[in-house]
């Protein structure tokens, strides 16, 4: 019930590229230039920062369930104003709105994170993706059969609909804790059947801060050290809150966030999602553009079941064999471009289709879904919802920009470049992978966190 907020999700994706196919119709009373239509296309994506940064702030103040309710009250008004939307102004302004809750994501990979046992995690993140996958199948399918209107006046009863079912939904035991609510935190860990596994990891941790101090005391008499820290403890005020944003343990995974960020959005998934039908308009792909959307939106959602399937292998590993998919994919894209340019039938036009299908898929593998996964798992407790809503900001403004600068893109600088520049960063991912992303599969939080620690200091005190 958390995740199938990002089925709605899934289908504002394949939904753009729906609306301004449809508009681009003779008979549609709403005729728009293409500088509007690239506006239409991308709004959502450079309101979503706002949206982040707020939905980081609630994350942290009301909880992970109660936000995602939140967000639904703009989602539910968007979808309102596109159903009655009868000028280029009214389907901006119902964009806009849209873009608020676009990026509430944050909140599913940090609830999945804060419930799951370390083993099991990947496996139940990968929820995310497919219902995003499936909410862009079901959207592609939808547009077969009926307007761009009757479609968002669906959408608006879904999102109503899976408002009231949250309720069922409780906290995150873990975030309930942070909040001193222990009672409520042990109601829940009963229900999800998580008692062991909270009081193995609270076990954990008790051992690791008890090797700490043994070790810290084991040069200084009793006496002394039970003094020192009594003193300490007495005249050391808490840090403030701003300082917690200078720690290693947090610049040092946003800089890391932040560079796969750049790798993926250079990786052009995104762009194939937006602008699907006018991507395989540039390439001459000879089939109905619709017909190969859906076969797109095919793809990711068996990506993900891919995705979900491989969650006992290594994250880094995946990473590696989607970034090299994917680029394989595209230089095939390219060649075949450059091989036949300006015949009027080339011959084997089923490569450029099974080409991009194969992008699709193995851009689900792990690029497309390990940056916004990572985010949730490498960042502490007490600044995760705030940083979780920073650096998907970055990436958010970083789609942004690669949607809204990609028209102009094909324009001047022609097919053939902009996709091989995608290849490019495709193999960019492939590095990122081998040489600085940290391995988080099968590891606890806490666990995670100890990689952004000096090695010195992770020996000094015995940590494993």
Known sequence: MICFTQFLIGCSYSFSSTLVAELREPTSTIHLTIEEESWITSITILICPIGLLIIGMLTDKFGRRKTVQIVYIPMALSWLIITFANSYTTILIGKIILGIPFGVSTCMFLYISEITPANLRPLYITLVTMTVGLGMMVECILAMFF????????????????????????????????????????????????????????????????????????????????????????????????????????????????????????????????????????????????????????????????????????????VVVSGGCMAVSLLVV?????????????????????????????????????????????????????????????GYVMWFMICKIYPSMISNLGVEIVWSIFAFFCLLNVLFAIFIMPETKGKTLDEVLLYFEPQKQVEKFNIP
């Open 147 to 318: 307007s761009w209107q009757t479609i968002s006046g669906i959408m608006l009863v879904v999102s109503v609909a899976n408002f009231l079912t949250l309720f069922m939904v409780p906290e995150p035991p873990m975030w309930l804790r942070s909040k001193g609510r222990n009672a409520e935190a042990d109601e829940v860990d009963k229900w999800l059947d998580l008692a062991y596994v909270t009081h193995a990891t609270a076990t954990v941790v008790v051992e690791r801060h008890a090797a700490v101090a043994t070790t810290v005391d084991a040069d200084v008499p009793a006496a002394t050290a039970d003094v020192d820290r009594k003193t300490a403890t007495a005249a050391a005020p808490p840090p403030p809150y701003w300082s917690l944003f200078l720690r290693r343990n947090v610049w040092m995974p946003t800089a890391i966030t932040l560079t796969f960020f750049v790798c993926q959005q250079g990786s052009g998934v995104y762009v194939l999602l937006f602008y699907s039908m006018d991507v395989l308009r540039d390439c001459h792909v000879p089939w109905d553009s619709n017909t190969v959307s859906l076969f797109l939106s095919v793809a990711r959602l068996m990506g993900g079941v891919g995705f979900a399937a491989m969650h006992r292998v290594p994250r880094r590993k995946l």
């Open 334 to 394: 390219v060649a075949y471009m450059s091989a036949f340019a300006g015949v009027q039938d080339p011959p084997f036009a089923m490569t450029l289709i099974v080409a991009f299908i194969m992008f699709m898929f193995f851009a689900l593998l792990a690029i497309l879904p390990m940056p916004w996964i990572l985010c949730g798992e490498v960042f502490p407790m007490q600044v995760k919802g705030v940083m979780n809503g920073v650096v998907q900001t970055c």
